[in-house]
């Protein structure tokens, strides 16, 4: 906690002394702690939250649809391991780390991390030229996949829970 100066001080004690400040104050205090009025502020910070939450899928998905893979290197699984993988996340599911596919089309298991949650399994199914993610429900994405390994970034896990239905290309 940073000292206060002498002029600060002295405007403290100015303003507690002054009989139109302690009754505001007390009146903040107890709209504070009012049950009713704590809700309202909840309510109102929760739909910001998922104004921005929006904003920030809206701008992940015009990412995933205009942006070409890069290219990225064989990694540790081998010559033709790839990975795909989004970006880290505070809020929402988490990020998908569809992680060392092989492109041989051979179908493969790999982890969704869920913050407060046990590690789920999804279905990764390797075409000739797309990454076939399927998760639990009806979702399904198509990544397109260029002959060399690439990163994708997908919508957060967030979007595609409130659309499972949709299917990315």
Known sequence: MAAFTPQEIARLEQLTTNSMFMPLLEEYAK?????????????????????????ANE???????NRPPHAKG???GGA???????????????????????????????????PGASVAEVDVD?????????????LRLDLPLP???????????????LHPERSLA
């Open 74 to 76: 064989a990694g540790a």
């Open 80 to 114: 033709g391991a790839c990975g795909a993988s989004l970006p880290k996340r505070s809020r929402g599911l988490g990020p998908l780390d569809a992680g060392f596919v092989h492109p041989s089309g051979e179908e493969l298991s790999v982890r969704v991390e869920l």
């Open 126 to 138: 390797v075409q000739p030229r797309s990454l076939r993610v399927r998760l639990p429900g009806r």
């Open 31 to 55: 709209d504070l702690a009012d049950p009713k009025t704590l809700e309202e502020r909840e309510a109102y910070l929760r739909q910001l939250e998922a104004e921005q939450d929006k904003e």
């Open 59 to 65: 701008d992940a998905l015009s990412d995933m649809t």
């Open 147 to 161: 002959l060399a390994c690439a990163e994708h970034r997908l919508a957060p896990a967030s979007y595609l829970r």
